[in-house]
């Protein structure tokens, strides 16, 4: 009866998915991620706000299902450039019958019309029982026989003028005499259609759509596996912010210039800092260590300064602190006070005030207006004893 059991148990388990933790450098170049749990996009703002997308459950979280939805956004400096490398992936379930021209992805050079020649898409565009990678204009790559009813994972890649085409986490075409991509604008991209007017009935894709991503770069054979996840597929996760403080100076007066920026910075990967309130700032460096850093040589202007230091991740995501401080000198009699500061995390608040007062004591030596302020009690004092001396009014007494 044990036994029964424990095999009962061990055929549950066999049958729950298994997601792995998304790997942080799976966030290197993503362009755009979209789960389709709903009409919404994951990063850099390319929303899904057009189409009539309709959800179902999907491979994890909802899919796209048998409907068509699209994004505004400009791909060309990817798609169109001879030598940048990308990376387009996907999930599907097709409940295709037959037909052509069902569209799985597209990226359309006019909004309003469907999938043209020179367009990068992919679907079952040819009769027969073939899918397709359409990359230019004139050639395309025959992808892998038909498949339905079971979830699958597409991946094309692209690196200088070879391309791959994945399935299941495997590379089953490559090749290296087609045309690098086409030279078209790109205005939109276009999912479960093969056109975004919504009319044509063969477009629609027949089935299920999730997980899209697009990548400036190649990804390699592990990344492809980390997101075929043995069939399991892999949630999205949104990289966390980068942190960044400033150590010193601090927000307070300072007599001689403070000369190094001291920071202490987290889960970043690139920085790059300014002197002067952000009008100019340095090139950018990498900062992908986490720890206490300074950097020296500097030098602060006479008066107020304000100084940032900027951090951003991998996705592009910025962050910054900021400090503002004086750098008291005298100059031409002249001092600067300021008051009232408070730092924050993301800057620094509060009012400075700066006022101008006169000082003597910058250009007088404190021992000099000592004997001048006595030769002046003992002149004082003459006087007044010569006026007496000279009215008879003298009197001495022991």
């Known amino acids: 009866m044990k036994k029964v059991i424990l095999l009962i148990f061990v055929l549950i388990l066999s049958v729950i998915p298994v997601f792995a933790d998304w790997d942080t ?3 290197d170049r993503l362009i755009v991620y979209y789960p389709f749990d709903n009409n919404t996009d994951m990063i850099n703002g390319y929303n899904l706000v057009n189409g009539t997308g309709i959800y179902d459950s999907g491979k994890i979280g909802n899919a796209l299902n048998n409907s068509y939805i699209y994004a505004i956004g ?13 990376t387009a992936c996907v999930w599907t379930y097709s409940s295709i019958t037959g037909g052509v021209s069902k569209g799985i992805f597209g990226f359309l050079d006019t909004i309003g019309e469907g ?3 020179g367009n990068l898409c992919g679907g079952h565009f040819a009769s027969g029982s073939q899918w397709q990678w359409f ?4 050639t395309d790559m025959t992808a892998y026989t038909f498949w339905r009813f079971n979830w699958h994972y597409h991946c094309l890649t692209k ?51 999730d997980e899209f991503g697009f990548w400036s770069r190649e990804l390699n054979s ?27 100076p601090m927000a307070t007066n300072y007599t001689e210039s403070p000369t190094t920026l001291n920071y202490t910075v987290a889960n970043a990967s690139y920085c790059w800092y300014s002197l002067d309130n952000s009008t100019t700032n340095s090139s950018v460096f990498d900062c992908s260590s986490d720890g206490s850093y300074a950097i020296t040589s500097l ?22 602190d900021s400090v503002i401080f004086n750098y008291l000198t005298y100059i031409g009699q002249t001092v600067y006070v300021t ?45 007044i004893i010569i006026i007496v001396a000279i009215r008879g009014e003298i009197k001495i007494t022991a």
């Open 135 to 138: 990359i230019s204009d004139t």
């Open 115 to 117: 999938v043209d020649s």
């Open 299 to 320: 030098t602060a202007n006479v008066g107020e300064n304000t100084w940032i230091i900027y951090a951003n991740n991998s996705n592009g995501d910025e962050t910054s």
């Open 222 to 248: 592990s990344e492809i596996s980390q997101l075929y996840n043995s069939g399991n597929g892999i949630a999205y996760e949104s990289l966390p912010l980068a942190t960044i403080s400033i150590d010193y």
């Open 25 to 27: 450098n799976l966030n």
């Open 74 to 86: 400009n791909f060309s400096n990817i798609l169109t450039s001879e030598g940048q490398n990308y």
């Open 339 to 383: 008051a009232d500061y408070q730092t924050t995390s993301s800057g620094l608040t509060g009012q400075v005030i700066s006022d101008t007062i006169s000082s003597l004591a910058s250009t007088i030596n404190w021992f000099t207006i000592i004997i001048v302020i006595t030769a002046m009690v003992v002149l004082i004092l003459l006087v």
């Open 159 to 209: 690196n200088q003028t070879t391309f791959g085409y994945w399935f299941d986490g495997t590379l089953v075409n490559q090749d290296t005499s087609l045309s690098p991509s086409n030279n078209k604008s790109t205005v939109e991209i276009l999912f479960g259609s093969y056109d975004d007017t919504g009319i044509n009935g063969n477009g629609i894709f027949e089935g299920k759509i």
